[in-house]
């Protein structure tokens, strides 16, 4: 399994990022996905590509708590870690691994928004209040539509952004980007009305909403939040920021 440290390419702080001098890494990576991995994938402030082992001499890894429990994230420090540089690793090719990192964070917080979604609908169909299911009270239905009416849409959107990946290589990275941002947003909405229709429930363990909640707001922030990305397709398309 392989780790990989691409945060700092998205925005990293002025204190933080990483920087290779003759075949060495030096500096730090701040949410590392997969952070319990044998091999991470590097990038550094010039864009370039390593891979260093886990285990390599002068790396120091530390755990990170997020909001997400079931994702391992964590930091890494380097300090003259040898690491193996991966030919032809120039920034292009940095671009696309964000770009395909942003429709796969897209996808994931589809999924769990649609699963949310589904158990409210459930959940609402069940549950009854004065003798009544509280699927048929207007409010319920007016959420349930708000989720549905937004999330639909989505479904084209990340597939479209994974075809442009693909295929049309001129506008994958505009589109990756306005669909990390809007995906990201519109599951957050979801997350929350999915919760305020169950209700006290939605925030036990008992349900496990939770969890899919925390994904998608671990998911919105990853590679970038809704405002950042946004402003990475500003300057891709040439508009001064």
Sequence with gaps: ??????????GARGDAGVTCREGKLYGTALFVIDYEADIYLVADRDGGLHLVLADAVGLTRTSLKTIDGTRPTGELM???????????SIPATLRELIDVG?????????GAAQDMLDQAVAYSKARKQFDRAIASFQAVKHMCAEMVAALEPCRAMVWYAAYALD???????VTACHTKAHVSEVATLVARRSTEV????????????????KRIGFNRQSLGGPQAVREDCARLQGFAL
Excluded at 198 to 210: E, I, N, P, R, S
Aim: net charge negative; charged share 15%.
């Design 102 to 110: 942003r429709v796969m964070f897209a996808a994931d917080s589809l």
């Design 167 to 173: 295929s049309l290589p001129q506008e994958a990275s």
């Design 198 to 213: 169950h209700g006290g429930m939605g925030f036990t363990d008992l349900v496990g909403l939770h969890y899919w909640f």
């Design 1 to 10: 399994m392989a780790g990989v440290a691409l945060s700092e390419a998205t």
């Design 78 to 88: 380097f300090d003259a870690v040898p690491a193996q540089s991966l030919p032809e």
